[in-house]
């Protein structure tokens, strides 16, 4: 009992010389298991937790321990037995969390239309404020570590305080990485504070769409106050902005006048401003006006923990080797590591079985084959075929919807079924930028799961090319 009054001090002491992400991550769930002449035992409920504090905290925590009048000889770490209640007590946070908005998303439904035009209802645009947001991102189940601690930081602060320091922010860096997770966690945070507050989350794509449907329909007034009378404008994959003259202009506006009345402006982008061919340089001198931070796929420690966080929030305690096993292998970003982890899973529930070492590695290299017969070509014309385009038009430069959806698929199959790199999916395709063939393969991922048609026609175009 002694010890909990100690621990609760040590840790008291530590939260406020760490990052919040650090201190959620690697020490809330930590205990003094023993402290006895100069030898402390810490107990840690995962040995991804025991080997990160090893790495990194141990002086800091022999300094915080021997302030508060601890005799400090040897710290070590062993790691709780997994029979403790692991998996919920970690990340109860984010579950209380999310019911917060819940109750506040739905006071913001109930609640009448924020935003509406006068005039033609056809002026009223798609979405709300609000609309953009999905709850499933919050700051509480981002697992921090190196790689992803400065944005996380930031993005923390602006949830405090927006628009009194980092304004804008803009969070950069490869595809799958947290990007979008951050900023709409921000998002969250504040809406969760100021359920009035008006919050706009839109993809890039979004925003160049609406602003060249408000042209046709000459409701660019509408669409313009609109933008700028939000509190908080949070836009995705800005670097689709380039070479978009027009909504160039438009945006220039918009961030101008939400920038002058202090509102919060945050970002995403693939790369760093002056990188981002086709932008305008005074877009380029706005956006990397603020904070700009780089972010890269987090290190070994921590993909484990967010491995770990992920099978948890499933209900399922993973072994330590095969989340090791899941965080080394070839994974490039965290979305294919939560896909890998999610296939391991679905794999073991329908099958009643326990996800070992062996069947993982099985399977992700059973998944990652290539079937000998199919080739790339192949399946472009399939795809081609199936949508009944000519292959000319989906290997060539026109941008019509009706090519360029099944061109995303054929991208698409390209990735799952080859697993053919970006660069090289790109050129299969007759596209220079590989960020098109990124975007296009996230973009058909995320539209199937809630399109079914598209589904379908996913489906259809595989049967024929096993068939
Ligand atoms: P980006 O926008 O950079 O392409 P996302 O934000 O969409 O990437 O992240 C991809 C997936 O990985 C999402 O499901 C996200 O929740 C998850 N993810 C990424 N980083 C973390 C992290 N540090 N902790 C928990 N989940 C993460
Ligand atoms: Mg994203």
Redo the contacts with the bound molecule.
Sequence with gaps: MQHDGLWQAVLGEIELSVSRGNFVTWFKTTTLLKQDDGLIVIGVTSIFIKRTLEKKYTELLTTVLQKNGVKVDSVEFKTVSSSSPKPSDHRDKPVVLSELQAKQSNVTSSAPATQQFAGDPKNVLSHDYGQGLNE??TLD?????D??ELA?AACQSIAGQPSTKYNPLL?Y????????????AVGNAIAAHDPKAKILYISTEQFVREFVQALRLRTTAAFASYYRTADVLIV??IQFIAGKDKTQEEFFHTFNTLHQANKQIIM?S?KPPKEIHGLEARLQSRFAGGMSID?QI?DFE?RC??IE??AANHGTALDPEVIEYLATNGQT???E??GALNQLLAWCEMRNIEPTLDLTASLLNVSKTRPKHLSAKQIIERTARHFQIPIEDIVGPKRDKDIVVPRQVAMYMLRNELHLSFPKIARELGRKDHTTAIHSV?KIQKESQVDAALRNAISEIKEHLYA
């Design positions: 499933r991102y189940n981002f697992v921090v570590g790689g992803n996380f969070l860096g490869g595809v799958g990485i947290g990007k979008t997770h951050l900023i709409q995705d994959d995403s693939d972010m987090p921590t923990a967010i966080t992920k970003n965290i979305r590591l939560e996230d």
